[in-house]
């Protein structure tokens, strides 16, 4: 079954380049990134894991942890981590799941339930396991996104996508197509206008159903 936004995000215990871990005790009170590859050595993927690895800090602050993952051993991951270094500088300082028996990948379906070939795959075999899952302090996922592998990710979309989903979970507002930090926001259907100038004061009626304010906070 495909998931969707606001399901609970799959638990699941893994080996990784930090140690086992128990993906929901790992997430612990914060966010969490969860991005996938689809093999080690991979040229587009040796780019994003060295730019995420750059962006480690940035994620900190929006109290949100990154992980990888890949259908790969986790003893390829640690080579694999050289490559990167000596590529983008960056060294990779965040957990990289090991997934060669395809059960991550299925349980989030990035791949079908039903595939069993796990020996002689390749990366186009394996296409499909180019998502960016964000996951919230209660476990469920906020944000999905599938890459082609031939496209590059940009992470700071899933920065400025964070930002949004932090903001729009602590105030009763939504953001604009193209927000970005300090723009305006969107008051919810939700508040009526009463309530919108208790908690934000003035705002602005740009449509009968579309009311905006400065960004609280």
């Not at 800090?57 to 981590?81: L, N």
């Not at 349980?107 to 075999?125: C, F, I, K, S």
């Not at 903001?167 to 008051?187: C, E, F, R, S, Y």
């Not at 206008?193 to 906070?217: H, I, N, S």
Request: hydrophobic share 35%.
């Amino acid at each position: 079954m495909a998931l969707r936004i606001n399901d609970i995000a799959p638990d699941f215990t893994a080996d990784t380049t930090e140690g086992q871990i128990s993906f929901h005790d790992w997430i612990g009170d914060g966010y969490a990134v969860l991005f996938s590859h689809p093999k080690d050595f991979t040229p587009v993927c040796t780019t994003e894991l060295g730019q995420m690895a750059g962006m480690v800090d940035e994620f900190a602050k929006r109290d949100a942890k990154i992980i990888g993952i890949s259908v790969d051993p986790v003893e390829d991951h640690h080579k694999w981590k050289s490559d990167i270094q000596s590529l983008t500088g960056n060294q990779v300082s965040y957990p990289m799941i090991g997934d060669p028996d395809l059960k991550i990948a299925k349980l989030y379906d990035m791949l079908p339930a039903e595939e069993t070939r796990t020996d002689g795959r390749t990366p186009a075999d394996n296409a499909t396991v180019r998502s960016v899952f964000v996951i919230g302090p209660d476990k469920k996922v906020k944000l999905s996104l599938t890459y082609p592998m031939t496209t590059g990710r940009n992470f700071d979309e899933i920065l400025r996508a964070l930002d949004s989903i932090r903001l729009t979970a602590q105030h009763k507002v939504a953001t604009p197509a193209n927000w970005q930090q300090g723009a305006d926001v969107i008051v919810t259907p939700a508040v009526s206008d009463d309530e919108a100038r208790e908690k934000f004061g003035e705002f602005e009626q740009r449509l009968p159903y579309l009311r905006t304010v400065k960004q609280p906070g």
